[in-house]
């Protein structure tokens, strides 16, 4: 019987404020997961600690919420020991490119294969609305006392300069939009980032969903908002890495796109590479029977619970006798 | 008590100063003789000051006495470093092309050595140039030996038709190891031995190395056959017997006991652990045609260490993580988390002198405190303190299973001391070693029934489901949660989580035998009690069977595990005592002060040293001596080392 998004529904009261981008991501994720067929115990949501930290609960798959900004590093420990989970890691622009930076851009560089979604709406949600590392300069959100005085981080151009090898970003009420995108993320062979914009009503009152909606600026013929947000796959673009020798002149094109902001944001997939080895393709140079016989799933001791590694190998190394 | 035949090699960091220390204690090895090596180094790459203080003995030896009986220097400031520790009758091997060194002109030598240095030049009326020490030394009975290790060096190049001398002026650490044994008369063909397995896959190196030998042994039989008469115990043993480090005595213990991810960022003295159970990542098993695996991760810091730890460990897989102490202050919060996620997750912490970077090449047990309180809140914890290389191997297999089966962090404290030595055992019977991993529930025990992760249990611990078990799907938050694993702040439940989680020590002050606990030596009702952890083990059994052999009534109890404190077992036993000394390698007695607060039992005589070099026999023999002979103050500060 085919799953419906509703067989990912867990029994938690959904506790975000009205009108919340995170409704959106939720619900393009339960849709995901369902369209993909996961069967739920395989799957496993990681979370850092702020408002997106608590999709997990709201999912009925395994859900581990981490703590602030280490939410990579326990993604990445979980698929390393068992390849055979589909891992999804989520955070928050402050989670991940904040207090988790370091780890954002160490992750690229191994390339596990699994998800990262970012919940990106530019503020501290939880903890009353101060500025996030993807807050642009100068500006006033509702809660800060003065104008941002940091330059914000391009989580895009970040995660391509480290190695992340699909990069995409979506809008939280784009549901539709959103689901497509994550469903390719967890599809991707390799570590895949997805930017997910995100109105937060109650602490940004610059980059709201009447913001990205346009409704300031009204077609003078149509007399409707023009929308800000426009996608990568209705003006040809092409994310995909073919061959290798094509790598960096589509990261510089993906870099040129995620530049974009202001009247033109575009959406969609920048930038997509499956012919970077995997770090599990990378274990497995080492480890030949790595994916047959994961950490976790390896026999380390026989009934009688004697240890059935041999180590004589070891001690004959260290033999002075 | 048996000091044995103490050998000490030095020379500039870079030098071979370690090779030539693994060279010497493996030809004792195939000798039968029993060798504890401790190995000392500075922060640094190439340059400064490192030595290698071996003690051989016919018996197991577990720490250094304070002579050296042979000097191997490399270079003028190794004499000068160590010239007061040599016994009389003992032997210096020297360069003669650097008798003429001005001695205060060293540039490797600190300032603070050099002040102290000039005021003992000075009151013995000790001339400026190296030749001047060995004349004042020679007066005291220490045997010279000046070898002129170019000459020597030139000859080997001649043989070996190699014009550029620089390329084997590495072989200056062989060179001094050949003088050594031909001065000592031992069998060169045990020597020619550890080196073949040394160097066994470059034969072009094994073939230098055997010629330096060569010269340099038939160099002192010819020149100094009988200036020295130390000789050494060699005899045939049919045992097998292995020597390596603690760290290396960690990694096989990790692997045997089903370490399968292993995280660590690279540190000081514990990144060796890391790196050798690398090099073994593949390994076969008891099971023919089957082989395991341990993936080793270098992580970006070690909080990701730590964290990406605890995620292989949800999943299922034995995980574990290795560092010192600036490593363990960024592992903190993961520790509490896994404290309120009771992740199985085992933490080898290597002690090193410490606030902040402090002394990173150096030993210390700063932190027993530290180990004991991390983390912000209440959460069960186990704490364990190997106290030498042999127990580092055990406690690591021990701090698995205790992780598993009552599912709480575990830190196992080693220290550098135990890191960096080396020892000669007979090979470890693993025949009694057993893994539990505790209770964990599979697909089908799980069918039919609701899990909860967190489920409230007589003991506290909940059946375990590993992460991707069907039927067992499950939540992890590090807020306070119900028996889902959903956030909760619901405060009857908290009260029952904290009860859940608390009680798991009772748990394991239960079911632990006392022998994983504690180790005993000496007098069962000794007047005279002595408690202590880690590395310090070694000097003090050694200085307790000395004294206890004079007739004083001495007993030593050596706690294993730290916390939960197996407070019943050292009340009873300290109580009884007229007198109880605390002996440390730190400032304030962590041990004794965690001991007052739990039994009650106040100690009244502190032995502690802290600076950064461990205790020797010699000196805790000589400080429990005033402690027994009723004269001793309170507190004694041990300062031996260089």
Not at chain 1, 229 to 251: A, M, Q, R, W
Not at chain 2, 596 to 614: A, S
């Amino acid at each position: 019987m085919a799953l419906r998004w509703q067989d990912f529904k867990s029994d938690v009261f959904v506790d975000w404020c009205p009108g919340c981008g995170n409704y959106g991501i939720l619900l393009a994720l339960q849709m995901a997961l369902a369209e993909l067929a996961l069967e739920p115990h395989r799957v496993v949501l990681v979370s850092g600690i702020g408002c997106s930290g608590k999709t997990p609960h709201f999912v009925k798959v395994n859900g581990v919420h981490t703590l602030h900004g280490r939410t990579l590093p326990f993604a990445q420990g979980i698929k390393i020991a068992n390849p055979d989970l589909e891992v999804i890691a989520i955070g928050g622009d402050g989670d991940g490119l904040g207090i988790g930076m370091g780890h954002f851009v160490n992750a690229g560089r191994r390339n596990v294969d699994m998800t990262y979604l970012i919940h990106d709406n530019g503020v501290y949600g939880l903890t009353k609305g101060q500025a996030s590392p993807t807050l642009k300069l100068g500006l006033k959100v509702k809660a800060i006392p003065k104008p941002n005085i940091n330059e914000a981080v391009n989580p895009l151009i970040v995660a391509l300069a480290a190695g992340y090898t699909f990069v995409a970003r979506s809008y939280a009420y784009d549901t539709k939009h959103l689901k497509e995108i994550i469903k390719q993320a967890i599809q991707h062979k390799g570590l895949a980032l997805v930017d997910i914009l995100q109105p937060c009503p109650t602490y940004n009152d610059i980059t709201t969903k009447e913001w990205y909606a346009g409704e300031d600026r009204i077609d003078p013929k149509t007399g409707k908002p023009v929308p800000r947000l426009y996608k990568l796959e209705d003006v040809g673009y092409d994310p995909v890495v073919h061959d290798l020798s094509e790598d960096f002149s589509k990261k510089l094109a993906a870099m040129e796109k995620a530049r974009e902001w202001g009247d033109k944001i575009p959406i969609g997939v920048f930038y997509k590479n499956e012919l970077i080895p995997t770090f599990q393709e990378r274990i497995t140079q080492r480890i030949p029977f790595y994916m047959k016989n994961p950490p976790a799933k390896q026999k380390i001791c026989d009934d009688a619970g004697s240890p059935i590694t041999d180590v004589d190998v070891l001690f004959k190394e260290l033999k002075v006798t | 008590m048996e000091k044995g035949f103490n050998w000490m090699a030095g020379g500039p960091q870079g030098s071979g100063v370690d090779t030539a220390a693994n060279i010497f204690g493996r030809a004792c090895g195939y000798g039968g003789l029993y060798v504890y090596g401790r190995r000392e180094y500075h922060s640094n790459i190439k340059g400064l000051h490192s030595y290698f203080h071996l003690r051989v003995s016919s018996n197991e030896v577990s720490a250094n006495v304070n002579d050296v009986d042979m000097l191997a220097a490399f270079d003028a400031e190794t004499v000068v470093r160590h010239i007061s520790e040599i016994v009389p009758n003992g032997g210096i091997i020297v360069d003669q092309n650097q008798l003429d060194t001005k001695i205060l002109e060293i540039p490797t030598l600190p300032i603070e050595f050099k002040s102290i240095f000039q005021e003992f030049m000075k009151e013995n009326g000790i001339g400026t140039r190296l030749a001047d020490l060995l004349e004042y030394v020679r007066n005291k009975g220490i045997h010279v030996f000046e070898v002129p290790y170019m000459e020597l060096l030139k000859q080997i190049a001649s043989k070996l038709n190699i014009r550029e001398l620089n390329k084997i002026t590495r072989m200056i650490n062989v060179l001094t190891i050949g003088i050594s044994f031909g001065l000592l008369g031992y069998d060169i063909g045990l020597v020619e031995k550890a080196i073949k397995d040394i160097f066994g896959e470059k034969p072009k190196i094994v073939e230098m190395n055997l010629l330096a030998l060569e010269v340099a042994y038939d160099y002192a039989k010819n020149n100094f056959s009988k200036d020295f008469s130390y000789r050494l115990p060699e005899r045939v043993v049919k045992e097998e017997r292995i020597f390596l480090s603690g760290n290396q005595a960690v990694a096989i213990g990790k692997i045997l006991g089903g370490c399968r991810v292993q995280t660590y960022y690279p540190i000081t003295p514990a990144a060796d652990e890391s790196e050798y159970i690398e090099a073994h990542e593949v390994l076969s098993t008891k099971i023919p045609g089957v082989e395991v695996g341990v993936v080793v991760i270098q992580t970006e810091d070690e909080i990701a260490a730590i964290n990406m730890a605890l995620g292989a460990a949800l999943a299922g897989a034995r995980a574990s993580t290795s560092t010192s102490g600036p490593g363990f202050s960024l592992m903190v919060e993961g520790l509490s988390w896994a404290g309120n996620n009771e992740v199985p997750v085992v933490i080898t912490y290597y002690q090193r002198g410490a606030p902040s970077t402090g002394l990173p090449t150096r030993h210390g047990q700063d932190d027993l405190r530290f180990a004991v309180h991390a983390g912000h809140g209440e959460f069960p914890r186990i704490v364990l303190a190997s106290g030498d290389i042999r127990e580092c191997f055990y406690d690591a297999v021990n701090a698995f299973n205790y992780a598993e089966r009552f599912q709480l962090p575990v830190i196992h404290l080693i220290d550098k001391a135990l890191a960096n030595s080396s020892q000669t055992f007979p090979v470890f019977d693993i025949s009694s070693i057993k893994i539990h991993r505790g209770e964990i529930l599979d697909e089908k025990m799980l069918d039919g029934i609701e899990y909860k992760r967190f489920a409230f249990t007589d003991s506290g611990v909940s059946p375990r489901v590993l992460l991707g078990t069907k039927n067992g799907v499950h939540w992890y938050t590090g807020d306070e949660h119900n028996e889902y694993g959903h956030i909760s702040e619901e405060p009857h439940n908290r009260t029952k989580m904290m009860e859940k989680r608390m009680k798991k020590l009772e748990a394991v002050n239960r079911e632990v035998p006392i022998t994983e606990k504690i180790n005993f030596f000496g007098e069962p009702n000794a007047k005279n009690m002595i408690v202590s952890w880690g590395s310090t083990k070694g000097a003090i059994v050694e200085a307790l069977n000395e004294l206890s052999r004079e007739g004083y009534s001495v007993g030593f109890l050596q706690v294993r595990m730290v916390h939960p404190l197996p407070r019943e077992y050292i009340k009873e036993t300290l109580e009884k005592a007229e007198r109880v000394i605390d002996i440390e390698m730190n400032y304030s007695g962590q041990l004794g002060g965690i001991i007052t607060e739990k039994t009650g039992v106040l100690m009244d005589f502190q032995i502690v040293k802290y600076n950064g070099r461990p205790m020797t026999t010699t000196e805790v023999y000589n400080a429990l001596k005033l402690v027994l002979d009723g004269r001793a103050p309170k507190r004694q500060v041990l300062t031996y080392g260089t």
